[in-house]
């Protein structure tokens, strides 16, 4: 998925877009995480092919077929589920509709019927939390208690119980306390904006300052794995050098995914997809608390950004004629389209 995204995203040669995805394929972290299937393992699974799906489209041909959308609604409610920090996904759905030049109507339209594939999808879930708690919850009743932990007077950002004074009682029933605990994180905010200014650059720095803490993961989750203090710290350097590498690749990456995307029919809709994700991705973890875990989503789509810069290198080492390099996609596309999935 990664690698179909990156060559389809860049417009090189497919050959090259599979060398594109091997720093994904080598990422340290991203290796270690699967061995608990931790939540993240699956989250970024389902977001990937969320993203895989509508950047396989060929936007230069027309809107995605209603049969496309539905698939990738499904995919959707299947991620949001896992966690709903993959909604930016459909916000890049309907921008990337307005790339194409499609108009407010289409963007709606595809919108719609994802949304009705993501609807059904939350239904079974949203029926057994009616019957188990007696109230409408469509997704879970932690997050409440994720908006609300790090917000309070003094807090460094990261991690605490959301037992203090400015949260609801912890003796109340889950159903009970996630909505009361939604309500004193967004009063917080607001009778604490300068409190909140403050706590948001230190829940970023915990998020994205370093990449080995995959490591306790593993360690602490039922593995067998043992390691020596000199094997474990070599660890640490290789995945800390890894992550900031890529993140400091993505940065030049960015700005030539942004450069002229709305003038490229055929990737400015794929561009918008891809940083859209990657984004939100990165906003939304900060609205609730800090931890290094909450980067590791954004790892493959960093690794495609940081394509782009790969790719800038390549072209101008070895420039290909850009005719070959659409004939090459748009043989692709006609294959995707025959299917349509």
Same mark, same amino acid.
């Given at each position: 998925?990664?690698? #179909? ?6 417009? =090189? ?33 389902? !977001? ?6 509508? =950047? ?7 809107? +995605?077929?209603? $049969? ?8 959707? @409610?299947?991620? /949001? ?21 499609? @108009? ?16 059904? =999808? ?7 939390? #009616?019957? =188990?708690?007696? $109230? ?10 994720? +908006?609300? +932990?790090?917000?309070?007077? @003094?807090?460094?950002?990261?991690? %605490?119980?959301?037992?203090?004074? *400015? ?6 029933? #889950?159903?009970?306390?996630?909505? !009361?605990?939604? $309500? ?11 409190? #909140? ?10 998020? +994205? ?19 020596? %203090? ?37 990737? @400015? ?19 609730? *608390? ?15 950004? !940081?394509?782009?810069? /790969? ?6 080492? *070895?420039?290909?004629?850009?005719? !070959? ?17």
């Amino acid at each position: 998925m990664v690698s #179909e995204s990156a060559g389809l995203l860049h417009q =090189v040669r497919v050959g090259v877009g599979i060398l594109l995805v091997v720093p994904v394929a080598f990422y340290p972290s991203l290796i270690l995480g699967v061995a608990t299937f931790a939540l993240e393992t699956t989250f970024i699974f389902s !977001a990937l092919l969320c993203v895989a799906i509508a =950047v396989d489209h060929d936007w230069t041909s027309g809107p +995605m077929s209603r $049969k496309r959308l539905l698939w990738f609604g499904a995919a959707m @409610g299947y991620s /949001i589920v896992i966690r709903p920090f993959s909604l930016p996904i459909m916000l890049g759905l309907g921008i990337a509709v307005l790339c194409a030049g499609r @108009g407010w109507r289409s963007a709606l339209r595809h919108l719609g019927w994802a949304s009705i594939a993501v609807v059904v =999808v939350l239904t079974p879930l949203t029926v057994r939390n #009616e019957v =188990v708690f007696g $109230k409408f919850i469509p997704i879970s009743t932690n997050l409440g208690d994720g +908006m609300c +932990m790090s917000r309070f007077i @003094g807090s460094r950002g990261d991690f %605490a119980w959301a037992s203090h004074q *400015w949260c609801a009682d912890p003796s109340l029933p #889950e159903e009970i306390r996630n909505p !009361a605990n939604t $309500k004193a994180a967004i009063h917080f905010v607001l009778d604490h904006p300068g409190e #909140e200014l403050r706590q948001i650059p230190l829940r970023f720095q915990l998020m +994205m300052r370093q990449d080995h803490t995959v490591l306790v993961e593993v360690s602490e989750n039922g593995t067998r794995l043992r390691l020596s %203090a000199r094997q474990r710290r070599a660890l640490e350097i290789t995945t800390d050098a890894y992550y900031h590498l890529s993140w400091i690749l993505a940065l030049p990456g960015l700005a030539l995914l942004l450069a002229g995307w709305r003038r490229n029919r055929r990737t @400015g809709p794929r561009r918008a997809i891809i940083a859209i994700t990657l984004l939100g991705l990165q906003v939304i973890p900060i609205t609730s *608390w800090g931890n290094p875990r909450f980067h590791r989503p954004m790892l493959p789509f960093i690794a495609i950004v !940081a394509a782009a810069s /790969i790719a800038w290198v390549l072209d101008r080492r *070895w420039p290909q004629p850009a005719e !070959a390099i659409v004939a090459e996609h748009a043989l692709l596309s006609d294959q995707s389209a025959t299917s349509d999935l």
